[in-house]
């Protein structure tokens, strides 16, 4: 199904949000869309004509009709200046903007990726962030963000595609800079989407020519070569995956760890008691939705509040505001690891477009939050960290004092 994107007739009538400006970057955002969103039209209106759609059950209500909402397809891109080239060929073919039939033939080709294959990884990614802490001073300061919350997704998704850990830096250094906050970032986005579907291309045909039994790489070229999905769905699935893969988990681990650290007694409860370690994940991801917000096209008519969004507006599912809505989460400008429903956030979406990669990262972030605790015997701020200008809420570092205790013996 697809729908001819409009302008809201009254988008110049609303407030108007600039997310990628930097007085958003931090705690302002959160102020400024609360004002908005308790206003009398939660409704703001960002610098693409979009309509962002702030409360919680506003958003969620779109997320659950596929049909009256549907994806954006490379809207994102456009909206960007990109009506070709690398960032436009990418957004077209990739898994998280399609709408059925594509969709569901796309999610078939990694239907593995699930609780059970996540339950199953669970000792390999204990012994991956393990690895990881082994390097960390026993007495210094460590840059969190590239040394443990980028890397440990990062590894798990390319050992899952059967990647060389050697390229995790390469990758590190396209992630963030991929998909643009702003038009002026299309030309380096464009330059590293190019060499992001070289790298993808690459590997597919190394894996063509030495298949292997147990991994996902494999299975997507099974897929393609059955007929289930094209040859551009293909690269542009295993170029997502990499991103999707850990810039939720790595984004979500960087900024939760901070807010432990900046709330009264959060890390501390968490020290004394890792069996929080799930609660407290689902609030890391309620707190600051690392994927900020998600862009529909309206099919009908839809009511908010007392105002009328018309068919073809492009609506955008501000998940930021939406996991602060007080109307579902009591108290929720607190960080609680101890939080009943942070479980309820919508940062993974619901529906038929809920992430693929959700049930990797739900066990991915205990385990990676219980090794910490276990490992490390202090933690404190360094200093106050910044926000990545990117897409992806992130921060550019988080250094932070550790002191580190050797393994225990198992």
Known sequence: ??????????????????????????????????????????????????????????????????????????????????????????????????????????????????????????????????????????????????????????????????????????IGEWSPRALPSRPEGVPDADRVNALFREYAEARIEERRSAPRDDDLLTDLIHAQDRGDITRDELWATVQTLVLAGHETTSGALATGVHAMLTHENQWEQLRSDPSLAEGAAEEMLRWDAAAPEMGRVLTRDWEIGDRTLHAGTVVALNLTSANRDPRVFDRPDDFDIRRSNSKEHLSFGVGIHRCTGAPVAQVEMPIALRVLVERLDHLSLAEEPTYDPGFFRQFDSLRVHVRTDPRRAR
């Open 1 to 170: 199904m697809t729908a001819t994107p409009t302008l809201p007739t009254d988008a110049g009538n609303g407030p108007v949000f600039d997310e990628a400006d930097p007085q958003y970057r931090g705690v302002a955002r959160h102020e400024y869309l609360a004002t908005l969103r308790e206003g009398p039209v939660p409704i703001a209106w960002d610098m693409f004509g979009r309509a962002h759609l702030l409360r919680y059950h506003d958003v969620r209500s779109v997320f659950l009709d596929p049909e009256g909402a549907v994806n954006v397809g490379a809207g994102l891109a456009i909206a960007l200046g990109a009506t070709s080239g690398p960032l436009f060929d990418w957004q077209s073919h990739a898994l998280i903007v399609q709408n059925p039939p594509r969709h569901t033939a796309m999610r078939g080709a990694i239907r593995s990726i699930n609780a059970r294959l996540a339950r199953r990884l669970a000792p390999l990614i204990e012994e991956q962030a393990h690895r990881l802490v082994d390097e960390f001073p026993s007495d210094g300061v460590v840059d969190l963000v590239h040394a443990f919350c980028f890397t440990l997704p990062v590894r798990v998704i390319m050992g899952l595609l059967g990647l060389p850990e050697s390229d995790e830096a390469q």
